[in-house]
Each structure stands twice: as structure tokens, then as C-alpha cells.
């Protein structure tokens, strides 16, 4: 069986993923953090549409932890077909007012973390010469985003990660993708205002906000082989909003 693991995959973007690529045949190790309880949830929501699925607690921010997990996976279930690199956080501050605790917690989430869990799946993915890495890097990561200088470094290091990393694996069977999420209605967007949303849409051509199963989608998409000559690419989903 293809086995996938997702990273902060208990509620959000990593949740739609879970469950879409369960539907896709794998079975799928839903990493969390904190919440096992909602963890569960998304295991037992996979299990009564029929597939497979199992919760997994590391820090995506240690090291040793994330090795912990692949080294779990590849002894219980023999490999790792593909990776969705997705958990993240936000924070919303003015450089000046930011402290070097917050740099640090941010780059060692976002940008060291889904480094690490690349690194240690690219290495069990090496063995057999086969394997599908995704990350969720974000349209700040193209662009810039004011009062998100330090998410937007780490997710434009993503992206920069993407493509040295595609051209890296590349005649190893193994393709490297990121997804440049736009404005998606996850609890990462909690400080948003209903009003701060309206005006926000103004701005998206195709005139809503993006939900986590328009990222699933595209996650499907690019594991599948439709998406095989798909390598080192940024695929954006914004609505638009970022062309
Ligand atoms: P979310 O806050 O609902 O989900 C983030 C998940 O990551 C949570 O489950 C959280 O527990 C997990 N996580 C955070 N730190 C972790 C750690 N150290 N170890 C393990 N898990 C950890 O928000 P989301 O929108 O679903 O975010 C998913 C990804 O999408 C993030 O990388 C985020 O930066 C990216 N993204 C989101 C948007 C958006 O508008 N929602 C836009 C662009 C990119």
C-alpha cells in the first residue's frame, strides 16, 4: 500500500489533504502537534470512507521528532510514497516589533522543519528510487506580504527549497512541487474581521476566498501521474489574486 504522510494534518489544509489522498488509495499518517483528539477525527473520517489512516504526534519544528516519525513509517509500513510538507504558522507583526523568539519559532516551523521532513523522506524515498514531495509554501513566499516579512522568508525559502531540490532528485524517480496557497479560510486567517474578508475579496478575481479542498485538489493533482512531467514547479492558487 502507498503510504503519505501530512504534516499538521489535523484540522485545515493538512486535514483536506489527508482525506483527499486517502480517497486516492493511501494510507496516510496524519501528523499533529498538539490536538490528538482532533487527530483522531480526521482517522476516523478517512476510516468510515473506507481507507486508511493513522495519527502521529511530532514537532515539525525538531528534528530528532520528525526523524522519530519517517523512521516509524518506513519500519511499519516499509516506505513513504509522498510527503505533503504543510504544517505552518503565521504571524502578523512589523519587523521592528518582532523578537528574536518569534524569528526563530518561524523559521524553525516553516522553513527548518519542512526542510528536515524533505531531507528524511527523501532519504527512504532514495532507496526506491520513487517518491512525490509537496510543499505548502504560500502566495506571500511569490510576492511579499507587508507586516509578514518573516512568513514570507520562509515561504519564499520553500520555494527556492522546491526547485534546488527537483533538480536534486530528479533522475531518482522522485518529483518536488510546492503550492502557493492564496487567502484560504482556515484558522491560520482567525485575526481576519468578517470586514477585513469582504475587502480582501475584493481584491480575488474570481470573487471568494479559497477553502482548504482547493488545495487538496491541486495536492491530488500533482501526486498523480497525470502530474508526471510536473517537477521543481510553484503552483499557485490564489483565485487570481497573485499573478
Ligand atoms: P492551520 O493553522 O489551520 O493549520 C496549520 C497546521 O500546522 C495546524 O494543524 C498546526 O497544528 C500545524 N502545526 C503548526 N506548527 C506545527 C509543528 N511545529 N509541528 C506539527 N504541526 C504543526 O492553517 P492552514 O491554512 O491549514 O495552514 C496550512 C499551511 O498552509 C501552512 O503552512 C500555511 O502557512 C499555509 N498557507 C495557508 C494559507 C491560508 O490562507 N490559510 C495561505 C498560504 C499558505
Not at 483536506?16 to 487527530?39: F, Q
Not at 516519525?69 to 512589523?94: C, E, Q
Not at 510543499?135 to 513566499?141: A, C, K, L, Q
Not at 484558522?187 to 488545495?215: F, M, S
Request: hydrophobic fraction near 40%; charge should be neutral.
Amino acid at each position: 500500500m502507498k503510504t503519505a504522510i501530512v504534516s499538521g494534518a489535523s484540522r485545515g489544509i493538512g486535514k483536506a489533504c489527508a482525506i483527499e489522498l486517502a480517497k486516492e488509495g493511501y494510507l496516510v499518517i496524519v501528523n499533529y502537534l498538539n490536538s490528538s483528539e482532533k487527530a483522531q477525527q480526521v482517522v476516523n473520517t478517512i476510516s468510515d470512507l473506507g481507507g486508511m489512516a493513522i495519527s502521529y504526534k511530532a514537532d515539525m519544528s525538531n528534528s530528532k521528532e520528525i526523524k522519530q516519525m519517517t523512521d516509524f513509517v518506513k519500519k511499519t509500513y516499509g516506505g513513504i510514497d509522498l510527503v505533503v510538507a504543510n504544517a505552518g504558522i503565521g504571524l502578523n507583526s512589523l519587523l521592528i516589533d518582532t523578537s528574536d523568539a518569534q524569528i526563530k519559532k518561524l523559521i524553525d516551523t516553516n522553513l527548518v522543519g519542512t526542510i528536515t521532513l524533505c531531507r528524511e523522506c527523501a532519504d527512504i524515498m532514495l532507496s526506491r528510487h520513487s517518491g512525490n514531495i509537496i510543499m505548502i509554501s504560500s502566495m506571500w513566499g511569490q510576492v511579499g506580504g507587508s507586516c509578514e516579512s518573516i512568513y514570507s522568508a520562509t515561504k519564499g525559502g520553500i520555494i527556492a527549497f522546491t526547485k534546488a531540490l527537483a533538480k536534486e532528485l530528479g533522475t531518482n524517480g522522485i518529483r518536488v512541487n510546492c503550492i502557493a496557497p492564496g487567502l484560504i479560510d482556515t484558522d491560520i486567517n482567525n485575526n481576519l474581521t468578517p470586514e477585513d474578508k469582504l475587502a480582501l475579496i475584493e481584491d480575488i478575481p474570481v470573487g471568494r476566498i479559497g477553502n482548504a479542498q482547493d488545495i487538496a485538489n491541486a495536492v491530488v493533482w500533482l501526486q498523480s501521474d497525470k502530474a508526471s512531467f510536473v517537477t521543481g514547479q510553484v503552483i499557485a492558487v490564489n483565485g487570481g489574486m497573485i499573478i
